[in-house]
């Protein structure tokens, strides 16, 4: 619909570039009014066209990016599980869309024929930042709720994976005018200058110090913010848990696109006496899923040469600290003369909190084990930190399991798994405090990225209770005012 060739460099010309679509949205937003169900079905529809017509280039754009991405992996995540979304959305948008009945306060003047009610208005233009990680999934996701709420977007993909964000721009380009949608592409000098236009509301998912920075942009023009971030997510493993299933479960979590994801599991609580076992079948579930890592078009490379080079350095550190590090390399494969940035799963045991890799989200293949002698010395631990994304607990144990959710906080929790709440529609998902704030998917998104209109309906004449509240005041006010202080 259009050709979008915007790719910008240079403040002054950012700036009022991205100004004039802004300016452009939200003049379209105000002319054409509150979209109809069926104008927000029709853009969620271009949506899942474009993801399945674009299906197989999506995965060549991913595959360039990373150097090595499995082709199911991309479908997997990128590909299907952006289209769920939007076909929930799809579905529920209409009733999500209608007016909330409320009850009136004091319930009389209900009876009496007023009405108070609650309308989802359509914020406006929302700007999506998106990450590199699942750079489709993290953008079509919270689109379908923005959408089903009724606004237009502009959205700017990272610069770690431009292959991916180009074949976005030309696909949003193909379906979407820029007054519905805009992609703008750029280096980081852009992203800056997009965190700080005056959106009606604004979406950033990715660490939490770029969150920080994000955050303090939008203050300027008072932009509400959804922040989805990281943080280190733990896994409690009980006495009770299946070790080989929690095993293979943690480890398809963790390998998954080599742990580059904001709720891989990023370290492991274990009771002392059950390390050495979780080690073992830790290593027989990577070998029996990656026999070799190498050449395996199914393990997923590291993203760039700086985080390569930032996940050797908290090994590094771990080890000059005094951890035992176990490579998983089930072929015996030389990774020290390759050019594809892959890393082996590799346990870190024997941790101390003074090693960097218990400090920082490692985004990568590496899983730090950490004993306990009782789970409340686990519970401890977690509430130590700032609280994560993710939780995790894996046991078959269901007093201990309460008490590790009821005194612990986080984003979201998977209990026997990792990872699997964020799939779940119904399921809000956001973080809490430097791990995120705001939610989306589902209903919990619609409203997140709609204005929650509060409207109230007076009864048409007056009556003895109303016009009792008006100077002069006498007994009648004096009395309900009387009534209404008490406990």
């Known amino acids: ?189 852009v992203g800056q200058a997009f965190s700080r236009l005056a959106f009606d509301h604004l979406i950033f998912t990715g660490g939490t110090s770029i969150g920080r920075h994000i955050m303090r942009a939008a203050a300027e023009n008072l932009v509400p913010v959804t922040l989805e971030l990281g943080g280190k997510s733990p896994v409690v493993v009980s006495r009770s848990a299946d070790v080989a299933t929690t095993a293979d479960r943690i480890m398809a979590g963790k390998t998954l696109n080599a742990g580059q994801i904001c709720l891989a599991p990023d370290y492991l609580l274990v009771p002392e006496e059950k390390r050495d076992e979780l080690v073992g079948a830790i290593t027989k579930s990577v070998t029996a899923m990656y026999p070799k890592l190498r050449d395996n078009p199914d393990y997923t490379a590291i993203i760039s040469p700086r985080h390569f080079d930032r996940i050797q350095g908290l090994i590094a550190d771990a080890k000059a600290k005094g951890a035992t590090v176990v490579e998983i390399n089930p072929a015996g494969e030389d990774f020290a003369t390759q050019n594809g940035r892959k890393i082996p799963p590799t346990l870190v045991l024997d941790t101390q909190d003074d090693m960097a890799i218990m400090q920082e989200e490692i985004f990568g293949p590496v899983l730090p084990i950490k004993t306990y002698k009782d789970v409340k010395e686990a519970v401890g631990h977690i509430n130590a930190n700032d609280r994560p994304l993710g939780l995790y607990y894996f046991g078959a144990d269901p007093v201990e399991q309460e008490y590790v959710l009821n005194n612990t906080t986080s984003g979201g929790v998977t209990v026997n798994d990792v990872i699997f709440h964020i799939a779940m529609e119904e399921l809000p998902f956001g973080g809490i405090g430097p791990s995120g704030m705001g939610c989306y998917h589902g209903y919990e998104g619609f409203k997140e990225f709609s204005h929650a209109r509060s409207v109230y309906s007076q009864l048409k004449k007056d009556v003895g209770p109303m016009k009792a509240l008006r100077p002069p005041y006498g007994k009648a006010v004096r009395d309900y005012i009387a009534g209404q202080i008490k406990r």
Request: with cysteine; aromatic share 4%.
């Open 1 to 189: 619909m259009n050709d979008m060739t915007f790719s910008v460099r240079g403040d002054a010309e950012t700036i009022a570039r991205l100004n004039q679509i802004l300016a452009m949205q939200k003049s379209a937003q105000l002319r054409d009014g509150i979209p109809p169900a069926e104008v927000r079905i029709n853009r969620i529809d271009r949506c899942i066209g474009l993801l399945v017509d674009h299906a197989d280039q999506i995965v060549a754009a991913l595959a360039e990016d990373f150097s090595c991405r499995a082709r199911e992996t991309s479908l997997l995540t990128d590909v299907a599980a952006s289209i769920g979304p939007l076909k929930d959305a799809k579905a529920n948008l209409a009733k999500w869309m209608r007016t909330d009945k409320r009850k009136t306060s004091p319930a009389l003047l209900g009876l009496l024929g007023a009405k108070a009610e609650v309308r989802y208005q359509p914020k406006g233009v929302v700007g999506i930042i998106a990450p590199w990680n699942f750079p489709v999934n993290l953008t079509f996701a919270p689109l379908a709720q923005i959408l089903a709420a009724g606004n237009r977007a502009m959205i700017k993909p990272s610069e770690l994976t431009p292959a991916t964000s180009e074949l976005m721009r030309q696909m949003f380009a193909k379906a979407f005018s820029e007054e519905e949608i805009a992609v703008v592409t750029g280096d980081p000098d």
